[in-house]
Antibody
Framework: EVQLVESGGGLGHPGGSLRLSCAAA????????MHWVRQRIGKGLEFVSS???????HYAASVKGRFTISRDNDRSSFHLQMDSLRVEDTAVYYC??????????WGQGTLVTVSS | SYELTQPPSVSVSPGQTANIACSGE??????VCWYQQKPGQSPVLVIF???KRPSGIPERFAGSKSGNTATLTIGGTQAMDEADYYCQAWDSTTYVFGTGTKVTVL
C-alpha cells in the first residue's frame, strides 16, 4: 500500500523559514516524480513544486526563488524548504505522487500558518 | 497563465446524474483528470487520462471530453458523493487545477 506522510508544518513568521518533509513507503520511490500541492483554507488546490525521479525541479511562480524542493532516494523522502515566508503561504500542504501527469496518491496534509 | 474553469456548485437529487464541466484553452489537446475531496480529507483521483477510472472507483464515475470542455459525470449520485471536485491538466511545465465544484446531494 502506498503511504505518504507529511511532517514539519506549524507556525512560521513572515520572512522566516520552515521545512516540510514527506516520507514515502509501499512503492519504488526513486522511480517517481513527486510533488507539493497546497490548499489555502476554504480555497482550491494549487501546484507548488515538483521534483522528477531524475532530479529536475519546477516551481510555481508564486514560490520560485523562495522555496527549494529536494529528495533523498536512500531514505524514500523528499522535502520542501520554505524561506522568506509570506502570510499568503498559509495553507495545508500535501505531498503527492505523480503517475502520468496526474496525482494518484496523496498524503494527509500538514498545516502551515504564517503569522506575526 | 493557464486556467481551468468550473462551475462553483452543482446540485443533484439522490439517484440522479450530476455533470461537472471543466473548460480551458486547448483543453482538447491535453489529458484531463479529476479529483474528489471530501471535507477534512485529502483529494482522491477518480478519473485519469480523460476517461479512465482507477481501481476502486465506482463505475458511476465517468469522464469525457468534447472540444475544450471536459466533463465528470456521476450517474446514480449517492449521498456519499457530496464533495468538492477538481479537474486538472498539465500545461508546459506546470500542473493546473480547476477552480473546483461543490457537489451537493439534496
Amino acid at each position: 500500500e502506498v503511504q505518504l506522510v507529511e511532517s514539519g508544518g506549524g507556525l512560521g513568521h513572515p520572512g522566516g523559514s520552515l521545512r516540510l518533509s514527506c516520507a514515502a513507503a509501499g512503492f519504488s520511490f526513486s522511480r517517481y516524480d513527486m510533488h507539493w500541492v497546497r490548499q489555502r483554507i476554504g480555497k482550491g488546490l494549487e501546484f507548488v513544486s515538483s521534483i522528477a525521479a531524475v532530479g529536475a525541479t519546477h516551481y510555481a511562480a508564486s514560490v520560485k526563488g523562495r522555496f527549494t524542493i529536494s529528495r533523498d532516494n536512500d531514505r524514500s523522502s523528499f522535502h520542501l524548504q520554505m524561506d522568506s515566508l509570506r502570510v499568503e503561504d498559509t495553507a495545508v500542504y500535501y505531498c503527492a505522487r505523480e503517475r502520468d501527469r496526474d496525482f494518484d496518491s496523496w498524503g494527509q496534509g500538514t498545516l502551515v500558518t504564517v503569522s506575526s | 497563465s493557464y486556467e481551468l474553469t468550473q462551475p462553483p456548485s452543482v446540485s443533484v437529487s439522490p439517484g440522479q446524474t450530476a455533470n461537472i464541466a471543466c473548460s480551458g484553452e486547448k483543453l482538447g489537446t491535453k489529458s484531463v483528470c479529476w479529483y474528489q475531496q471530501k471535507p477534512g480529507q485529502s483529494p482522491v483521483l477518480v478519473i485519469f487520462q480523460n476517461a479512465k477510472r482507477p481501481s476502486g472507483i465506482p463505475e458511476r464515475f465517468a469522464g469525457s471530453k468534447s472540444g475544450n470542455t471536459a466533463t465528470l459525470t456521476i450517474g446514480g449520485t449517492q449521498a456519499m458523493d457530496e464533495a468538492d471536485y477538481y479537474c486538472q491538466a498539465w500545461d508546459s511545465t506546470t500542473y493546473v487545477f480547476g477552480t473546483g465544484t461543490k457537489v451537493t446531494v439534496l
